[in-house]
């Protein structure tokens, strides 16, 4: 009854902040994401007759509010299967944890994938999706590969591939500015957001074009036109996160100091964009001939700590062998 899984953190062109629904963690507008390869989480799972509760062991450490989101996992699992037995869970992040490089997405699509393997469920891609969900809004989304859609329908949430890594093979190159966890969880910055900016209602009303373009200009593989469209989306996201009381300032020196640079190369001719999510690390996507220099320019930069390379990756699976 143990299986393990591996999965990649995504990073979303066209953004999820805010939810529809506290209950089952429902985002309120869709998204769109590419699933970074080059970064991963593996996650153990074991059901043991012996244990009382659930363990769960995150980078070899216990966290009261990951474990308790993993156990209402683990609880749609077990319901499925008709059993009681809890879990030990060990998940181990080859990158920062909880600093805006969405490690609870990879965390959550590996957990769903290990328990339903443990458990011998085999699930809709559907019903998957819905679980990771209660982790991780963004979950879903690396359940699948390549560049994914997420899209809301009534109360369930669908998850399709919209290119695969080798349809467009895009590069990330990440610009890690801090590598502590960051002050502000996304769940509750959400929240707050959804309460007090002035510009959360504009966020979601604008949010369906933006997604309309953005999956327009991958399907055309329109760089540019994705380029302009995610930048934008980002800051707008970025608006809604920095006029929240208190404000979510995510950015540091460092990181407005690779927006400026990552723009100026795009206007050199260099094909290369950025996103920034509920951190402050950069994601600068590219077409793989700038990746070498995008990745000297920003290293290059004062308080850039360390810089990761990543190809588009594959969804959640299962490890053949596991230890
Ligand atoms: C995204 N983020 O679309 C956006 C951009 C953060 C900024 O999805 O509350 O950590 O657990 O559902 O999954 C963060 O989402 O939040 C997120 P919860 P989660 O990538």
Sequence with gaps: MRAVA???????????????????????????????????????VRFDPHLARDRVLLDGREDAET???????????????????????????????????ASSASGFAALVTAGAGALGLQLEDQRLAEIARLGSGSAPRSLLG?????????????????????????????AVTTTGPKETS???????????????DAW???????LAAGLAAVRARDFPALAGLAEHNCLKMHAV??????P??????????????????????????????AGPQVKAVCLPQAADDVATA??????????????????????ANPD
């Excluded at 329908?153 to 093979?169: I, L, S």
């Excluded at 996160?241 to 208190?246: F, G, K, S, V």
């Excluded at 979510?248 to 640079?261: E, F, K, N, S, V």
Aim: with cysteine.
């Design 186 to 200: 996304s769940r509750i910055g959400m929240a707050l957001s959804e309460q007090t900016s002035p510009y959360y």
């Design 248 to 277: 979510l300032i995510y950015w540091t020196p460092a990181t407005l100091a690779c927006l400026h640079r990552i723009q100026e190369m795009r206007r050199d001719g260099v094909p290369v964009f950025f996103t920034v999510d």
């Design 241 to 246: 996160m920095l006029t929240t009381r208190p």
């Design 204 to 210: 979601v009303e604008t949010h369906g074009a933006d």
């Design 67 to 101: 474990s308790a989101r993993v156990s209402a996992c683990l609880d749609e699992l077990r319901r499925e299967a008709g059993v009681g037995l809890r879990a030990t869970v060990e998940s181990r992040n080859d990158f920062p944890t909880g600093a805006g490089l």
């Design 146 to 174: 390549g560049v994914v859609l997420l899209t809301n329908r009534d109360a369930t949430t669908v998850c399709e591939q919209v290119a695969a890594p080798a349809d467009w093979p895009l590069e990330i190159v990440v």
């Design 298 to 319: 920003l290293a290059g930069i004062p308080g850039v700590l360390r810089i990761l390379r990543s190809p588009l990756g594959e969804g959640a699976r299962l490890r």
């Design 6 to 44: 591996v999965a990649h953190p995504n990073v979303a062109l066209v953004k999820y902040w805010g939810k529809r629904a506290r209950a089952g963690n429902l985002p309120a507008t869709g998204s769109l994401s590419l699933v970074l390869g080059g970064l991963a989480t593996e996650t153990s």
